[in-house]
């Protein structure tokens, strides 16, 4: 019987990280790191595809609503037909014109694009049993190549490229999937380095993830030099010379301000810093990547669409590139900034430093290593420890390495509980503090 | 007594354009033209500001959703306190973290920001009985320059620098404000060469405007070359070689598709071509611009922030700045790009085709004139007739130019017969429509 999506639900869940200051960097100093879920629901009883994309709290409704304009287009539909044509499908999605004029391609309207798509990509994972990864790690290049909507790209990728790119990688990755669920992915901690944390928390927390095999971190920076600088010489008595660390300025800079205080920040030897500027700024991102070398810059969390990739990429503006699924129209349009990535020899290091972004971005590390990049020199994939009792199935990690997810689909469906507590604004957690 | 805002209000209005195929272009088959009102109340009986963003049909419910999630910093404040500095109030608005998150500053959240700026511009020239434009051009350039969020942009346009050139423009502003009460400012039209028009109509229309003085008109261009050229050739034949021809591809192309058929299009003299490729490629406008010249790129109306303008500017990759005070964050962002437009000698023709945008737009082509560019040199405000009789004080035109209007404030307060019609989903036109 063929799967019919018969009906869109939403969900607005939103988790308390604010109360303990998790989450918090120099633009966002309380976080509530919430999710905006699209459930398809289909003929076969129990049969759903759940999709999110990652808000901090107030104005997930905006997302949730934007999720639900798009039901006209998936209503009725079967799987098997979408996915015959994913590409073709996602790019309805994108052109759907009174929805695309709010965008284009960004902010809120994207944001539901990407939940949706991974709601689709989570559906079909459940119906053939295969985590999303795998899905993808099984397709010819020829199948990939048509999940690509190279329009506004084919200046810098054409599909020929892609198909070769892709084409490269095919004989080995028997071999690599393999290495990679018998080491796992290897992967960086966000979770000691919150700017809200006290000095305090922040060594007992650096002290911690030390002991259990992490070997690099993440820590906040922001407007205050002093600060930044008294917290990453804690960082280097603590940890030592040998350890990983990268700075993320969460946009607080201009472009002079950025240059001025990496290189005050350089003597910790730092291997990049992370959203050192406005995320539209192109230009002022290849400014201060020249102005910085050695040390890298790296974006991509607020990186709407694959148009603002590729100009970073032309530009050389970025030496880690930080995609996230759920900020870009979803897998689909992830893929797109894999290939990119790939031809210009940008190391993938996803966005991942909060619940429900690490369950779907491994998907990304793991198949990008798989099947595109075939490499991980230079990758990284960012985790952060919150709320895992909440996801049915949540990233593991083990001595700093992801462990290959094996849950079918996406892997973002919560557990009742969660839900109980968690919902806005009718959960536990809500409920009591609206009383 | 003060003035307070009490509290804030939406309405969700549609015009239904598309049933004539007004509107349409190659993108936007079927756009009914919207309006999403920011309405603030106070504590003054009968006095609300007004403001819009924009929008084309469904969709519109989540800017008006977006507008009531900024209330919290609206209601309770007053007027007088945040205009004493409206600079930093505005970026107050785009800073608020989590809603922040959705963009930042682009998508369904500007828009918001867009309405909500607007309606308090509205607000405080009906309080000061002054039409926006006027209030603008009588600010001093220092008070001026407080307006302005320099963030992101100072590395290309400094405080001083922004000064400098309204201090150059300062000596001859009441001249030109004589100047421009009498002779009304330049405009083109848009209304003949909707894409969806039949030849007939487009026949009719360009004769029937070309008898009310119209010298300057655009026309929408699509993926079809033939149908393209055979438009622009029935314009030559009908208009003669005097007239100015614009031509708008709605971002239908990608980058080597736009200089092909631009190069085709060349033979009919265009001053411009507007939105060749997706808005978003800044490099891909640049490769454009010099690939086309002399034949202008043009693009702005979904340029969604100063930080997009910025690098158009610095890679000579636009000929024509087409801001939007309603894609824009509104009246403050718009006045950072007009100061950015001046120092690169950029003009200026907003995007104003369309119900509500004329309205909005006429007053920042007037203050530019005025204050800031003190040029007319190149600059035309786009115009579009349609549902006029919906507003209290809509845009006039006199012989292909707009009359400056005298109406305190923005002026773009619907009547009661037009809510009554066309508010979404009760008005008369919507609700028969669901029955």
Redo the contacts between chains.
Sequence with gaps: MATIITGIGVKDVRFPTSRAGDGSDA??????HSLAYAILYTNTPRLEGHGITF?????T???T??IS?YAPLLVGQSVDSIFENMGSFWRQLVSF???????????????AVAAVTNALWDLYGKILKKPVWKILSDLSPAQLVQLVDF??I??VLKEDEALDILTRAEPDKMAREDRVRGTGYPAYTTSAGWIGYSDAKFRTLLEEKLSLGWRAFKIKVGQDLDDNVRRASMFREIAGDDVALMFDAN?VW???EAIAHVRHLAQFNPVWIEEP????????HA?IAQAISPIGVATGE?C??R??F??LF??TAIRYCQLDACRLGGINEALAVLLMAAKFGVPVCPHAGALGLREVQQHLSIFDYIAVSGSLDGQMLEFANNYEEAFISPAQIHEGHYLVPTTAGLGVDLNAEAYEKYEYPNGSVWSAQLV
């Design positions: 633009m966002n100093p309380n976080p509530d808000t901090i709290g107030p104005g409704e905006l997302v609503a934007a304009a014109s009174p929805l695309r004029w709010l965008g284009p391609e960004k902010g809120v309207v994207h944001l329009r506004y084919d200046d946009q201009n472009v002079d500027t406005s995320p539209d700024d192109v230009l002022g400014r607020h709407h669409n148009i603002m590729k100009q032309q530009l």
